[in-house]
């Protein structure tokens, strides 16, 4: 296998995680509308984009192994490829390594902005439906009215004179 392979598969995820980040800031317009139909569909295709990004990362793992030629050891990252490689085609790994690590954390921002939009709206919803409940009664062991200010019955045997 070649590094152009290589380089081919690391442009693709590329676009896939643009791609993907163009639908998370989507998600929080959305998120931020209410708009629950369209998060649906939204979410169906952020599933399709993860698939296909799972599936590429798949077959950048094999083509790493086979570029460092270690079928034993599963985790070969592309690090350990850059040792192998010629100056030029080292420079342009690490751009793409730079792209993807960056496009990465702004993936991770615009999910955790969306995770706590979600969480918030889950709370908005769990406080208006508790305003909907009915309120459970007081169970108390005296009579309604029978009660004074510091929870003894008023008309208590105990508190008789003799």
Do not use: W
Request: with cysteine; charged share 25%; net charge negative.
């Amino acid at each position: 296998m070649s590094v152009q392979s290589l380089m081919s598969n690391l442009e693709k995820t590329y676009r896939l995680n643009e791609s993907l980040l163009q639908l998370s800031t989507k998600k929080t317009d959305i998120l931020k509308k209410g708009d629950f139909d369209a998060l649906n569909e939204l979410t169906a295709n952020e599933q399709k984009h993860i698939q296909a990004i799972e599936q590429l990362e798949k077959q950048r793992e094999k083509l790493l192994s086979e570029l460092v030629k270690t079928s034993g050891n599963p985790t070969v990252t592309l690090s350990d490829c850059l040792e192998l490689v010629n100056d030029t085609e080292r420079e342009k790994l690490n751009e793409f390594k730079e792209k993807l690590t960056q496009q990465l954390r702004e993936l991770q921002n615009r999910n955790d902005l969306n995770e706590q939009l979600i969480q918030q709206s889950l709370q908005f919803i769990q406080v208006s439906l508790n305003l909907f409940r009915p309120q459970q009664e007081q169970i108390t062991y005296a009579p309604p009215n029978k009660q004074n200010t510091n929870g003894l019955e008023a008309n208590s045997i105990f508190n008789r004179k003799a």
